[in-house]
C-alpha cells in the first residue's frame, strides 16, 4: 500500500522592523531572522500629509520583505517621552501616527520608550570620527537600530525568565 506523503510547509520566516519618527525623515531597522539583532534598513522621508508617509513606508517595507522573502511579525515605533515619563508634543505625533498606521496594516504595532536615542546614536558616531554631514545621512537608521535593540533585548531578556 503506497502512502502519500504530505507536504509540510515550512514555517514563513519573520522579523521585526524598528521606526525612528521624525517630522522630516523616519529611520528604520529590521531584525535579524532569530530576533536577536537589529541592523539598519533604510531612511524614508516624509510626505508632507502623515496618511502619505504611512503608506510610503508600508510600500517600502512590503517591498523590502517581498525581497528578503520574511513576514513582518511586528512594528515598534520609539515613542519619545519626556524625561519624566511624561507624554510631550513629539510622543502626541507619534501617537497619531501610530493610530493612523494601524488603520493601514494588521502588523501588530508596539510603541517603545525611545527616551535619548537620538542623542545616543548622535554620540556613537561622533565617537567613531563621523564628520556632522555624514552622521546627518544615517541618524534615524542608527537611531531606530538603537530602538529596535532596546526592544530585542528586553523581549529576550523576558522570554529567558519565563
Do not use: C
Not at 541618524?139 to 519565563?162: C, E, F, G, P, W
Amino acid at each position: 500500500m503506497l502512502v502519500k506523503r504530505l507536504k509540510m510547509d515550512k514555517p514563513k520566516k519573520t522579523r521585526i522592523i524598528g521606526i525612528d519618527y521624525g517630522t522630516a525623515r523616519f529611520g528604520i531597522a529590521v531584525s535579524d531572522e532569530m530576533k536577536i539583532i537589529a541592523m539598519p534598513l533604510m531612511t524614508i522621508t516624509s510626505e508632507s500629509k502623515s496618511e502619505k508617509t504611512v503608506i510610503k513606508i508600508l510600500a517600502e517595507l512590503k517591498t523590502a520583505s517581498g525581497l528578503n522573502k520574511y513576514e513582518i511579525e511586528a512594528i515598534v515605533i520609539g515613542l519619545p517621552l519626556k524625561m519624566n515619563g511624561k507624554f510631550g508634543l513629539q510622543a502626541d505625533d507619534v501617537t497619531h501616527f501610530i493610530e493612523l498606521l494601524k488603520t493601514h496594516t494588521d502588523i501588530p504595532i508596539i510603541a517603545w520608550d525611545e527616551r535619548l536615542t537620538t542623542v545616543q546614536a548622535e554620540r556613537s558616531m561622533r565617537e567613531g570620527n563621523m564628520t556632522r554631514k555624514k552622521r546627518s545621512k544615517i541618524v534615524d537608521k542608527v537611531a531606530a537600530v538603537i530602538i529596535l535593540q532596546s526592544y530585542l533585548d528586553n523581549r529576550n531578556l523576558m522570554h529567558s525568565t519565563s
